[in-house]
């Protein structure tokens, strides 16, 4: 009896060490088949290096491969640090939610009550004034970035939040709160509102209140470089196109896009965003407002039932590769990263390539990551019979509003939308991207055929106008003939300003273009559009934001344009007698006015790029 006790023993505890060396096994060469499959990924996009961390019921995983630096062929490994760009700002997000938790701030409170100097410039002010959940949400009507903001290399580190922006920025486009338009500036009013209430740097407390108490010790918010005062060795090289290396450069909207950090620190976030909230058994954000990250509040579209996909409180919960996470991805100078997490299943991802390349496929790398994590597939919701008439859905669509109010004119003309119906589903057709097919789901509900929950929600406005939301763009309902005299207007214009150019430089050629020749200076002035383009060539495209040779010079030229046009037609009618060359130099010349106007009414004309 012994000897059958000791060999059930045995046989018991060799069976449980090989399962266990065998599950072992199975997840080592899972890690190893996502590692090969990366690589080889890598290799086909041309990108530098990736490093990447994943997390599995609480078991931390992470990997690199390629390059930290293409130029010294210094391998990436899983020590080196990156930058996050966009990431930030669910960082920024969940140190508000500290701060709310402890009762220093609320997200209802008007951002004017903390800031009343910040001069926004809301007409719903009396009714619905910009709230700091506004800001985190991305709902407050403010306008995106601007080039000088963007592009540029003279931001400095410790630039004061409040000289980051102009009074030009603050004007609200839309009832806050009611439709979400991607807004950086909104972070950084938002990091403003942070330094307000505990009266010190944003970088700085919440590095000590936030980064700390996370134990997220190899990240910061205060900037990093590769090079220079504050540079770090252990952070990789940003790259572009061909392995151009770039390092990190001051930005001044540094909240929305600054944040240093390492794969296993993002690994450790995501933990904390997939618990109950405490750290060390003390409460530090309240766990509803973890849940509530990534859920629309009281938006339009939210408002008409479109609740299982959007953006809320640093989040975004999107419906991607057949599953449903909150994310963030971000880009910055050189980089290009994506953080996902699936509280439900206790499942996150974050992945960082040091190469910013216009051309690579990244979402490959994300289906990776979920595949090889085992993220749970979500159920698609099946097609039913319209409940609303399509019919009067049908038609032209425009932004509402755009991301970036300098390119407001450009958006109307290029980004157009146009809808269209077969009885059963409705084809959604962006000017410069693919169509999309919406199948109905119910009441006023559509499915993209390749997602998996609803995606778009048609409503109409408190103005009665037919809408069209995917909770990440709101499109408004428009007329042909509102569209089309702008088509024209700008056809007409390109085409008076090559003719222009043309006929100009023939009769120079032919030596007909003399002193006291009404097209003399509207030609001279079509020409200089270009004097600018070669100094733009030979200058870094980090300087298109600035007031430089070529940006002048530009500015000038859109300048002198449309009075050029006038003094030639003043020319023709005043001195010249009207032959058919004088008319369709005439005609050219009102078609290029035109069109001159239409752009300074739009504030395009004159182009200032460093404003």
Known sequence: MKHLVKFLVIAVTALFFVSHVTLANEKFGSEIELSNQIEHSLHNES????????????????????????TNLKPMTTANKVQTGSIVKTL???????????????????????????GLQNPWALNTPVRVRHLLDHTSGLEDIRLWQLLTTKAKPDTALKET??????????????????????????????????????ESYLDKHLLEPLGMHMSTFNFVSQVGQFSDPAL??????????????????????????????????????MGDGKINDRIFIEPT?????????????????????????????????????????????????????????????????????????????????????????????????????LDDWQGFYTLSPNRM???????????????????????????????????????????????????????ISENGQHMISDVFRTYEQTSLWKLLPM???????????????????????????????????PFTATLFLFVPLPLFLT?????????????????????????????????????????KMNLLNSLAMVAALQWSLILALWGVFPLLLWS
């Not at 530098?48 to 930290?68: D, E, F, H, L, R």
């Not at 603050?170 to 403003?192: E, K, Q, T």
């Not at 214009?493 to 222009?500: D, E, K, M, R, S």
Request: net charge positive; aromatic share 12%; with cysteine.
């Open 165 to 202: 922006f102009t009074e030009s920025q603050l004007r609200i486009r839309n009832r806050p709160g009611s439709r979400l338009s991607f807004s950086n500036l909104g972070y950084a009013i938002l990091a403003m509102v942070i330094e307000a209430v505990v009266k010190e740097r944003y």
């Open 289 to 389: 407002l973890l849940t509530s990250m990534g859920k629309p509040f009281k938006t339009e579209a939210a408002l008409n039932n479109l609740t299982d996909i959007g953006y809320a409180l640093g989040v975004t919960t999107r419906d991607r590769h057949n599953v449903v996470g909150k994310c963030h991805s971000g880009s910055t100078l050189g980089y290009r990263t994506n953080f996902c997490f699936f509280p439900e299943q206790k499942k996150a991802f974050f992945i960082a390539f040091n190469a910013d390349v216009e051309t690579a496929n990244y979402k490959q790398f994300d289906s990776m990551l979920i595949s090889n994590l085992g993220v749970n597939k979500a159920d698609a919701i099946a097609p039913s019979k319209p409940q609303v008439a």
């Open 539 to 579: 200058q870094s495209f980090l300087n298109i934001g600035e007031f430089t040779l070529a940006s002048a010079l530009l500015a000038l030229a859109t300048t002198i344009l449309p009075f050029a046009m006038a003094y030639g037609l003043w020319r023709i009618f005043a001195h010249e007698k009207l032959s």
């Open 487 to 521: 088509w024209l207007s700008l056809v007409i214009g390109v085409i008076a300003i090559l003719w222009i150019l043309v006929y100009g430089a023939i009769c120079l050629v032919k030596g007909q273009l003399s002193l006291s020749s009404p097209l003399l200076l």
């Open 47 to 70: 990108l530098i290096g990736v490093v990447w961390s994943t997390v599995n019921a609480n078991k931390i995983a992470q990997g690199a491969k390629g390059y930290a630096d293409f």
């Open 405 to 459: 109010k300098r390119f407001a004119y450009f958006d109307r003309l290029l980004h157009f939308a146009t809808v269209s119906s077969n009885g059963e589903t409705l084809t959604l057709s962006p000017f410069q991207s693919q169509q999309k097919t919406l199948l109905a789901i119910g009441g006023n509900l559509f499915r993209e055929e390749t997602k998996r929950l609803p995606s778009h929600t048609l409503y």
């Open 236 to 273: 990789a090289m940003g790259h572009f196109e061909n392995g151009v290396s770039q390092a990190t450069l001051p930005m001044f909207l540094r909240p929305a896009g600054q944040f240093t950090t390492t794969a296993y620190d993002m690994a450790l976030f995501a933990q904390f965003l």
């Open 92 to 118: 920024i997000a969940t140190g508000v939610l500290h701060l709310v938790t402890d009762n220093k701030l609320s997200l209802d409170t008007p951002v004017t009550e903390i800031l009343p100097d910040i």
